[in-house]
């Protein structure tokens, strides 16, 4: 896992953005205690139980604590995962987290400051360069925000690395939910 080994006294926290066809299933993962992203699961274009096994498998090899996996449209998934989770005796707490446009820019703007306030280092890898840069925002005629990747772009990084970094930043044992 790109050179990173699991430490039994550091914490480890992990998002989860599950994709399957035109998007990727992304799970980034986190050393708290280091403060360093130590590996970045990407996978697409498999079957959901191969998917969810990796997933297991990763959660297990880091002993992840907090899982934030995104629920919005895939709740069957996450239903199936947490059966997994529990069947494998692994106590990875798993906190469903709603993506809505407020929730998303509160998030965003967590990861921004860990990034560039707290130290937060990511792993040198050019797909979440790549997302990184073609993250935009945008103002709606409305006033709102939007943040989105670029047209012909991929989130799916972005994403995981602000729910990993959301479960690092969220009161422990605490899950956080937003208004639909």
Known sequence: PFGA???AD?????????GQTVDFTV??????TANVQV???RLNRLPWAEMRRQ?????AYWHVKVLWPEENSMSANLEELKREFS???LTTEIVPFRTTNESKIQQASSLHESLHERGLKLLNIPEQRREMMAFQSKQTPLGAWQLAAAPS???DIVIGDMLGNG???APAGLGITFPS
Do not use: N, W
């Open 5 to 7: 080994t699991y430490q």
């Open 10 to 18: 550091h914490e480890y926290y992990a998002g989860l953005d599950f």
């Open 27 to 32: 799970m980034p993962i986190f050393d708290k």
């Open 39 to 41: 590996e970045l699961l």
């Open 55 to 59: 997933i297991r498998e990763r959660c």
């Open 87 to 89: 069947e494998a005796e």
């Open 153 to 155: 772009e991929h989130d």
């Open 167 to 169: 479960a690092m930043q």
